[in-house]
């Protein structure tokens, strides 16, 4: 097995919210009753915590602000975009923030990357 499958081996769900339109026109996405619904799998990614920490008398404590969840390398595209929650492993509902990053190598995607915070709503 090599070194890099080893550490993407994650599996993520990617629960698309709707797009829905008010009476002036104006579209949103609608995360009502999303938290419920099954979400499309995403196997081989690598979900690390981003933490900070924060010195309190004299004791350094750990809080994790976000996660960054990325695909192996060379695996190809993810239909993956910004107001899209993903369902971690231990179950915990995030947010992606921002248009993935997508680097390329060659003229091809080599992986994807995604920051994430817990979802609200």
């Not at 924060?54 to 960054?68: K, L, N, P």
């Not at 192996?72 to 899209?84: E, I, K, M, Q």
């Amino acid at each position: 097995m090599s070194r890099t499958r080893a550490f993407h081996n994650d599996t993520v769900d990617v629960l698309r919210p709707e797009v829905t339109e008010d009476r002036a026109g104006t579209k949103r996405l609608s995360y009502v009753g999303l938290r419920g619904k099954p979400g499309v799998a995403r196997a081989g990614v690598q979900v690390r915590p981003v933490t900070s920490t924060e010195d309190v008398d004299d004791e350094g404590i750990t809080v994790v602000t976000g996660w960054q969840i990325a695909t192996r390398p060379r695996s190809g595209d993810w239909d993956v975009r910004a107001g899209d929650w993903l369902r971690l492993p231990d179950g915990t509902i995030v947010a992606v923030e921002g248009d993935p990053a997508k680097p390329t190598l060659f003229g091809r995607i080599h992986h994807v990357r995604v920051t994430a915070t817990r979802a609200k709503g």
